[in-house]
């Protein structure tokens, strides 16, 4: 199913402050820890602690999130499906790579091993 261009306006405006406390509820209440989503999202983005909680308090747009970015060279690796669409079938970049980080956070919360997650 291919995104709208309405579809990518609303992701690239969301702001990640607004997105990580539905992250970590999702992960938390499966058994997962913050530190391990904070794991994941480091490894994606290359982002640690202290920035992610700047992005948090400044209210970043996904937009500005990922122009910060450096996208493991990995990332390339995460497909499937999340929220009805086919990640490796995404043509807006932008859309994709909030995907990826979609997709990891399932990953975490469904219990796959952090090897696995992480690509290793």
Not at 7 to 22: C, D, G, Q
Not at 59 to 64: H, R, Y
Not at 89 to 113: H, M, P
Request: a positive charge; hydrophobic letters at 35%.
């Amino acid at each position: 199913m291919p995104t709208t261009p309405e579809h990518n306006e609303r992701i690239a405006k969301m702001t990640f402050a607004s997105v990580y406390p539905l992250y970590l509820t999702k992960v938390e209440r499966k058994g997962r820890t913050k530190e391990e989503l904070h794991q994941v999202i480091t490894w994606l983005t290359g982002f640690d602690e202290q920035i992610l909680h700047q992005f948090i308090d400044e209210k970043v747009t996904f937009k500005t999130f990922f122009e910060r970015a450096q996208l493991n060279p990995k990332a390339q690796l995460i497909t499937g499906t999340i929220c009805g669409y086919k990640i490796e079938e995404i043509e807006n970049a932008l859309t994709q790579q909030v995907r990826y980080l979609d997709k990891l956070v399932d990953e975490l919360a469904k219990g796959r091993k952090m090897e696995k997650i992480l690509r290793a």
